[in-house]
């Protein structure tokens, strides 16, 4: 025996004013400009999300890499030696020639004997402090290896530049596609409505 069904009885499943159309059936208002403003919101999003974030992981890894690299052929051609400064240390300034950094006056020593030279050192030393120097194969003062930090530093900065302008990039094409799609949708509006036009005036009049 059937439950008579009471007026105004609505169906548990489903929200009040919910369609009754499933989700993945097309919406008869929806135009073909419509699903591809849907696609590109989507393509958009994972772009932003994922790609783009492994894109700028990539890209400090790169740059971490290549320092870390470049470190380690330095440390392999490169020995350090300590010294003592014969003179206060000074910044090379914008001399001609001049390496960038601050320079001294330094005496060292090695199998040789006693050995000077002018060698970049830390800023504001003085003289007769002691200083680290490097020295290549041939036993001449050479530019320090970049510190272990510099890598580090390099390859984040590298990733949130590499980030910030796949943002920036991904807004303005974002901006410029949606320009275009909402001039297509007026253009299509205004042709329908010159369609539609005529019989709606003759109908309902102006």
Do not use: C, K
């Amino acid at each position: 025996m059937r439950t008579p069904r009471t007026p105004g009885h609505r169906p548990a499943s489903g929200s009040p004013g919910e369609s009754s159309r499933g989700p993945g059936v097309r919406s008869p208002l929806e135009r073909a400009v419509d699903r591809w403003e849907r696609r590109l919101r989507v393509i958009l999003t994972v772009v932003t999300l994922v790609v783009l974030p492994l894109v700028a992981w990539g890209a400090g890894q790169a740059v971490y890499g290549h320092y870390t690299q470049v470190r380690q052929v330095q440390l392999a051609r490169l020995h350090p030696v300590a010294a003592r400064l014969l003179t206060d240390a000074r910044s090379s300034g914008d001399r001609r020639g001049a390496q960038p950094g601050f320079h001294a006056l330094v005496r060292w020593s090695d199998r040789d004997g006693s050995r000077t030279g002018t060698a970049p050192v830390r800023a504001w030393l003085h003289r007769g402090a002691t200083a680290t120097v490097w020295l290549d194969a041939r036993g001449v003062i050479a530019v320090p290896p970049e510190n272990r930090d510099f890598a580090v530093t390099a390859g984040v900065a590298m990733g949130f530049a590499t980030a910030f302008g796949g943002v920036a990039a991904a807004y303005g094409a974002r901006r410029g596609i949606y320009r275009s799609i909402d001039r297509r949708r007026l253009a299509q509006w205004n042709r329908e409505w010159e369609r539609v036009e005529p019989g709606w005036v003759t109908r309902y009049g102006r």
